[in-house]
Structure formats: C-alpha cells, structure tokens
C-alpha cells in the first residue's frame, strides 16, 4: 500500500503535472487492482516493478533539477555570467550593473 501510494504521488507530481495526461496513473491503478487477487510470488514480484518504477520516476525528476541547477540549456556566456553571479552571492558580493550600449562604438581620437 505504501509503495502504491507512493508511486501515484511520483506519478502525479512528475508526469500528469507536466503533460496533464493521466494515463500512466491510470495504468498503474489498473495494474494493483488487476494484481491484487494474484499469487504470492506475482504480488513480489510486481510490488518490486512498482518500486523500481518510483525510484525511477524519482530519479528523473532529480536528474531535470541537476541539469537546471547547472544551467543546461543555455548559452555557455549566459552560464557563466551566472555562475559568476551565484559565486558572487555566496560571498556577499553583488556584481555592479552594466548596461550594455547597443551600436554605439568608442570614439576615436
């Protein structure tokens, strides 16, 4: 029961509040209400898929937040300005504003 409930937590949480889609907790509410009847050996068996299935579905979520975490997906000058940025709090620094002057070039003397 608390693999179950724990698994449809994982599911909702990580899945169905992503796509909106409820077919996988749909799936695994059908799969324990077909099983709940089964044999020993069956019921091991599939309380052990389901708990394979909750640490991966966990893990997935883990994963996304060490590649936010990291700032994949963006631009390698974008990441570092906040790596540096991030570096900087840390320390209790804040790093000075610069606003950048689009098309306008250095005089020349």
Known sequence: RQVYK?????????I???SGNTVWKDEIVRQFKSNISADQDSAKKM?????????????IKHHRDLLR????????HERNKRMVEAT??????????????????????
Do not use: H, M, W
């Not at 002057?101 to 003397?109: D, F, H, I, Y």
């Open 6 to 14: 724990a698994l449809l937590k994982a599911v909702n949480t990580n």
């Open 47 to 59: 309380l052990n898929l389901a708990k394979d299935y909750l640490f991966y579905v966990k893990n």
């Open 16 to 18: 169905t509040s992503y």
């Open 88 to 109: 900087a709090s840390r320390v209790g620094f804040r790093l000075p504003v610069v606003e950048a002057s689009v098309g306008v070039q250095p005089k020349a003397k």
């Open 69 to 76: 975490s990291y700032n994949i997906g963006l631009e390698e």
